[in-house]
């Protein structure tokens, strides 16, 4: 599995407000990709989560990220949860992502 970051984290122009890379952990299995980001002192309501274009853009408080997807996300089943200082993002595999067993045929 290989996330790449798509976008970097710091000021975007002189005198700009600063944001922050959270730290972050990245899961598989075989149903989905799991993202758990540490982003401290933030409300759960300041949290904005969006998958577009195998992208997974995350925004709290100051914190922002941005991955490309290393495969294709099932969108209408992502799901995000904020608690403790920590964002959780559940991205399902879409079934062409997921892995399947091939039967072989014996002759």
């Known amino acids: 599995m290989t996330f790449q970051v798509a ?4 000021p975007r122009a002189a005198g ?11 899961f598989e299995n075989d149903d ?6 540490d982003v401290p002192g933030t409300s759960p309501e300041g949290v904005e989560v969006n998958v577009e ?3 997974l853009h995350l925004r709290a408080g100051d914190y922002r990220r941005t991955f490309r997807v290393p495969g294709k996300v099932d969108s209408d ?5 904020a608690k403790l200082g920590m964002v959780t993002v559940h991205l399902p595999k879409s079934d062409a992502a ?6 072989v045929a014996v002759s």
């Not at 700009?16 to 990245?26: G, K, N, Y």
């Not at 989905?32 to 980001?37: F, K, L, P, R, S």
């Not at 997921?98 to 039967?103: E, L, N, S, W, Y």
Request: one cysteine or more.
């Open 7 to 10: 976008v970097g984290c710091g």
């Open 16 to 26: 700009a407000a600063r944001e922050a890379t959270p730290l972050v952990d990245i």
């Open 32 to 37: 989905e990709w799991i993202v758990v980001a």
């Open 53 to 55: 274009n195998s992208r």
């Open 77 to 81: 089943k992502v799901t995000a949860e």
């Open 98 to 103: 997921k892995p399947r067993k091939v039967p």
